[in-house]
């Protein structure tokens, strides 16, 4: 089939089944381009909570759509490819938070959206890469912290809020080997560009140390996917280095004619979030697949932290 024709009859069948299509920003381009939404963890849970379509097609990776079917139980979530999973998600079990919990019976525990249901429902808050920070220091001083799973997210959570925080070691694969570059000689190479990072990258903390300003480095910024988009509309710096997955660049590029985009490391590229492509959107839509279902009972628990968070920012 046609590209131009697959793109009309993902169109059609969209409307015929009140669907919606949700896109995460590290999406190819020609999903970004037909999603109805695309947006980083919060924005797209937010969007899964408010719509009212009857079918979520989620492009993203699993844990995304499985945080859409448990804010939005009465609704049917596809997800193109059931394959398309998260390193990170990966790095900790329900069994292995059980057995942290045993040891901090009295912590609060804080868990990052890149984590399974099985995970969420052992929490009691969730947070993304743009809320981290709100959501730990809506939580008393006084109060023991298990924060999961991501060590850099973490790391970066305990420079901005002063507080100290028990921190599973995981990490992204992607984001962690951008602590490989040399962000001096970045700064070398691009002594007019402004640092947009992502707090999973292995090189935010260094970055953060490095500051002597809040959570600012030199020009860098450290920010969520959709944080990094709204900096580079707002900032009158021409040129931007970019150290997060690359997919992000389509839309920086599209939305900001005129400025240039360096990503950090363009080896950075997430092989999960790349599985999604329009002909796997097509299936999904005419054969009704791959349906992410989350036992209920499974996804009254899982919800509970999302709800607290949602309610915080
Ligand atoms: P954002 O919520 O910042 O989009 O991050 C999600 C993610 O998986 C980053 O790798
Ligand atoms: Fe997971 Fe990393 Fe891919 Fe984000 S970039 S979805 S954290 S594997």
Redesign the pocket.
């Known amino acids: 089939m046609e590209k131009k024709e697959m793109i009309f009859e993902i169109n059609r069948m969209k409307e015929q089944r009140n669907a919606v299509i949700l896109a995460?920003?590290y999406q190819v381009p020609e999903i970004q381009d037909i999603a109805d939404f695309v947006g980083?963890?919060?924005g797209l849970s937010r969007k899964a909570a408010e719509t009212d379509a009857d079918l979520i097609v989620f492009c993203g990776v699993h844990f995304m759509a499985e945080t859409a079917a448990i804010i939005s139980p009465d609704k049917k979530v596809l997800i193109p490819d059931l394959e398309a999973g998260?390193s990170l998600a990966d790095s900790i079990t329900a069994e292995q938070l059980r057995a942290w919990k045993a040891d901090h019976p009295e912590a609060v525990v804080v868990t990052y959206i890149?984590t399974t249901a099985e995970v969420k429902a052992e929490c009691d808050y969730c947070c993304?890469?743009?809320n981290a920070v709100s959501i730990v220091e809506a939580i008393p001083e006084d109060r023991e912290i298990l924060f999961l799973p991501d060590k850099f997210l973490g790391g970066y959570v305990e420079m901005v809020t002063g507080r100290k925080l028990n921190v599973w070691q995981g990490a992204?694969h992607v984001?962690e080997k951008i602590g490989d570059i040399n962000l001096a000689e970045k700064e070398k190479e691009y002594p007019d560009a402004e640092f947009l990072i992502?707090p999973?990258c292995g090189c935010s903390t260094s970055c953060m140390m490095r500051s002597s300003v809040y959570y600012d480095c030199k020009d860098g910024h450290i920010y969520?996917?959709?944080g990094m988009l709204r900096r580079a509309q707002e900032s009158d710096a021409d040129e931007f280095v970019v150290a997060t997955?690359t997919g992000i660049l389509y839309r920086m590029e599209k939305e900001n004619p005129g400025k240039t985009f360096y990503p950090a490391n363009e080896r950075s590229v997430?092989e999960f979030m790349k599985m999604i492509t329009l002909e796997k959107l097509y299936d999904s839509l005419k054969q009704d697949r791959f349906e992410v279902h989350v036992p209920d009972l499974l996804a009254k628990r899982a919800l509970r932290p999302i709800e607290r968070m949602l309610e915080i920012g």
């Open positions: 995460h920003n980083d963890s919060l998260c890149n993304t890469s743009s992204c984001h992502h999973e969520s996917t959709s997955e997430c």
